[in-house]
């Protein structure tokens, strides 16, 4: 096995590991989003207050707004990859070219 297959092997265990632990040792706790804390700060300044906008379109569950949060991560994850990997390999294959430039001269 090679370094770098022990290092991605060990990174992913790491965020195994990072992901479970909190589930495992928080039993019974609610992991809430910003939003609902947002919610709770304004509605402990001020208990009137209307909210002056609205959802164009409202989720018809939790489990609807939990989907379309991972689809998103998923998409932005990709893209960050996609990029990240053309980078590279650009570098790549232009020092592959200026190799090839030079052994024809």
Known sequence: MTRNTKIVIF???LAVVIAVVPLIILKGTEFGGA???AEEAVN???PDYEPWASPVIEPPGGETESLLFCVQAALGGGVFGFG?????CRKKFMRKEEQSYDNDR
């Open 11 to 13: 990174c992913l265990l």
């Open 44 to 46: 402990a300044i001020n």
């Open 84 to 88: 990240l990997g053309y980078l590279i």
């Open 35 to 37: 939003d609902g804390a």
